[in-house]
């Protein structure tokens, strides 16, 4: 069974502080996703990244960034957060078979920034 | 502007309906996902396909590439099939999914 893990399910920070979310699968996927899901927007891709030290930005890049030292984990950082940051954040990974692939998500984490 | 359009947005049926969620995109894709997210935020991926049609289960797949257009379908409902289910699609290559808003599905008894 794949397996996602996420490193918190609920976060709450103050705006300006620096906010790490950690993301890790354990089936040796070359593809990891950063989502976030807000209601009437659904979800969007935040950065990806396709092999260790590889990213690419998604459509709502601004005021995040990512790190992929190693395979298995896939890091979103938010340098100072701000309140329109608070989300659901969702991470997910998949192989990398070119034309198309089935992603397995992690379970969440709800963030608030006060 | 959203490339992926779903419909209905909300759903309520009883228990044993027949139940189709319509997803229609504007861009050629590679793939066309089906997802389901329970409350609480867990998402699971039930269909992969690019073309044709896919069974599991009391759950089937179909997608029209010509018109840019798949249905999800749910045979004898059951209130546990209470969910939001996500269309998506995938360009290809290592990029990542864009999303259709879901569909809000209540199945009660």
């Known amino acids: 069974d794949v397996k996602v893990t996420q490193s918190s399910r609920y976060l709450v920070k103050r705006t300006g502080e620096k906010v790490f979310l950690e993301c890790v699968q354990d089936?040796?996927?070359?593809?990891m996703f950063w989502y976030r899901q807000d209601p009437g927007l659904g979800l969007r891709l935040i950065y990806f990244?396709?092999?260790?030290?590889?990213?690419e930005k998604g459509d709502i890049p601004e005021g995040y960034s990512v790190s992929r030292e190693k395979k298995e984990r896939f890091s979103l950082i938010l340098e100072s957060a701000s309140t329109n940051q608070t989300s659901m954040y969702l991470c997910?990974?998949?192989?990398?078979?070119?034309?198309?692939?089935?992603?397995?998500f992690g379970p969440g984490t709800r963030l608030t920034v006060t | 502007k959203n490339e992926v359009e779903q419909s209905p947005q909300n759903l309520t049926a009883q228990e044993g309906e027949f139940i189709t969620i319509n997803c229609s995109y504007s861009?050629?894709?590679?793939?066309l996902h089906w997802l389901q997210q329970h409350p609480g935020g867990g998402i699971v991926s039930l269909f992969m396909?690019?073309?044709g049609k896919k069974k599991h289960g009391r759950l089937i797949a179909t997608i029209n590439i010509q018109e840019k257009h798949s249905s999800l379908h749910i045979t004898a409902s059951h209130p546990r099939d209470s969910a939001v289910y996500i269309c998506?699609?995938?360009?290809?290559?290592?990029?990542?999914?864009?999303f259709g808003k879901g569909t809000h599905l209540i199945i009660q008894p």
């Open positions: 089936m040796d996927h070359e593809n």
């Open positions: 396909l690019s073309s």
């Open positions: 997910a990974s998949s192989l990398n078979s070119g034309t198309g692939y089935e992603q397995y």
């Open positions: 998506a699609y995938s360009g290809g290559g290592a990029d990542g999914l864009t």
């Open positions: 861009v050629g894709i590679s793939a």
């Open positions: 990244s396709y092999d260790v030290k590889m990213k």
